[in-house]
């Protein structure tokens, strides 16, 4: 079991930065990857970024592309989301999940955060 809790959310205005952080404890070395994922209201959930916990490899959806930076703290057993240049249509919960060894960056993702709200204003 890997337990999670994000932090860092919170309301900025377009054009503006924010940093989510999530923590993990628990079964850290059973982890493969750790991703973010976002939920609109009435929408599904979508893949944001993954980073692998060992080689540091990352991957990002092409929305978040060149203004989202994920990177990874191994001694902190955090992960890092540095959000910036950031539009209303990024308004979201956003998640962090665990991918677990044996799994791939793309997933299945089987532990979940609680989630962070961020808020864009135009």
């Known amino acids: 079991q890997v337990q999670l809790v994000e932090s860092g959310g919170g309301l900025v205005q377009a054009g503006g930065s924010l940093r989510l952080s999530c923590a993990a404890s628990?079964?850290?070395?059973?982890?493969?990857?750790m991703g973010w994922f976002r939920q609109a209201p009435g929408k599904e959930r979508d893949f944001v970024a993954a980073?692998?916990?060992?080689?540091?490899?990352?991957y990002y959806a092409d929305s978040v592309k060149g203004r989202f930076t994920i990177s990874r703290d191994n001694a902190k057993n955090t992960v890092y989301l540095q959000m910036n240049s950031l539009k209303p249509e990024d308004t979201a919960v956003y998640y962090c999940?665990?991918?677990?060894?044996?799994?791939?960056?793309?997933?299945?993702?089987?532990?979940w955060g609680q989630g962070t709200q961020v808020t864009v204003s135009s």
């Open positions: 980073i692998s916990w060992s080689g540091g490899s990352t």
């Open positions: 628990g079964s850290i070395g059973s982890i493969y990857a």
């Open positions: 999940a665990v991918a677990r060894l044996g799994s791939s960056w793309y997933g299945p993702y089987r532990y």
